[in-house]
């Protein structure tokens, strides 16, 4: 693999080099490209190239060989291994081949279904526990005021409850008691 691209923003091609070149040196033959900064990776490679270089002896590095499985091209290599023993004949390695194919473009869309389900339901439950803290402050906010409402409340009581018993009781006037009027005897 030749590395490219900026710092931190690899980007690789695949390439068949000589054991004596350097990593991104001199190289025989470009196979395909490998992005990793993309959700799923990209990977482009010319399965009968690598195949080709892979039955001439090319030994693969730990990605490459794992690129390579992820692609099916060892699948292939093994089949057609089988087919020069005469386990089997070649439209049985390629009806083999093309069930895998299809076996595993269905195993990679279900995990990318589920890779975006999971990054969804993160993203919800994010906000949802947000939403939740949100409100949780709102009402202790509401809970503050309330308390502060209700002390204003009671201080106000009780300073109108102590004016009432410090101030004096006016005596209230009697009424002038009523003179009887009668007419009084003369003598």
Same mark, same amino acid.
């Given at each position: @693999? ?28 470009? $196979?395909?490209?490998?992005?990793? $900064? ?7 490679? /010319?399965?009968?190239?690598? %195949?080709?270089? $892979? ?12 690129? %390579? &499985? ?5 699948? @292939? ?7 020069? %023993?005469? $386990?089997?004949?070649?439209?049985? &390695? ?6 895998? @194919? ?12 589920? &890779?975006?389900?999971?990054?969804? /339901? ?15 402050? %709102?009402?202790?906010? +509401?809970?503050?005021?309330?308390? +502060? ?29 009523? +003179? ?8």
């Amino acid at each position: @693999m030749q590395r490219h691209g900026s710092k931190k923003r690899p980007f690789y091609f695949i390439v068949a080099a000589t054991s004596t070149s350097p990593r991104d040196g001199k190289f025989i033959e470009k $196979l395909g490209t490998y992005n990793p $900064l993309t959700v799923p990776a990209t990977i482009n490679l /010319d399965r009968e190239r690598a %195949l080709d270089w $892979l039955q001439k002896g090319a030994q693969p590095t730990n990605t490459v060989r794992r690129i %390579l &499985s992820f692609k099916g091209v060892l699948y @292939m290599k093994h089949l057609q291994r089988g087919v020069k %023993l005469g $386990l089997f004949d070649e439209a049985a &390695s390629k009806e083999k081949f093309e069930k895998w @194919m299809s076996d595993h473009a269905e195993l990679v869309t279900k995990r990318e279904t589920e &890779s975006r389900k999971s990054k969804e /339901d993160k993203r919800s439950s994010v906000t949802q526990e947000s939403v939740r803290k949100v409100e949780e402050k %709102l009402a202790a906010i +509401k809970a503050e005021e309330d308390a +502060k409402i209700a002390e204003e409340t009671a201080a106000k009581a009780a300073e109108e409850a102590a004016k009432v018993e410090e101030a004096p009781i006016a005596e209230t006037p009697a009424e002038p008691e009523a +003179k009887n009027e009668t007419p009084e005897q003369e003598g």
